[in-house]
């Protein structure tokens, strides 16, 4: 069950970026579409590498599959091109943080994944 959250200083994105995101994440991370969740934010305040141009920062958090170094490696090359070709960013605008979650930390149906 992935989670993403997305941030940028944008002014908007397109309507369409969301679910384009969540298609993205399903086919990179291997996971099913319809359990990706997705939070998208543009128009904030954000500096990356001391500068305030256009950028984003995507956080990948996952079961099972953000866990090593190699695993990160190839995700992180897919979604910098999904990223920079969407946004029309830089490479050195964009930032990803990966986060190994267990199931034991995530809450679904009044239980947590451990259990279902």
Known sequence: MPFLDFDTNLPS???EFT???CAAAAAILGKPKERVNATVRSGLSMV??????PCAQLVISS???VGTAEQNKEHSAKFFDFLT????????????????????????????????
């Open 63 to 65: 079961i099972g599959v």
């Open 13 to 15: 994105i397109p309507g």
């Open 85 to 116: 070709t969407e946004l029309n960013l830089g490479k050195d605008r964009v930032l990803l943080r990966f986060h190994p979650l267990e199931p034991w930390q995530i809450g679904k149906n009044g239980t947590v994944m451990t259990f279902l």
């Open 19 to 21: 679910d384009k995101l």
């Open 48 to 53: 990356i590498g001391g500068s305030s141009a």
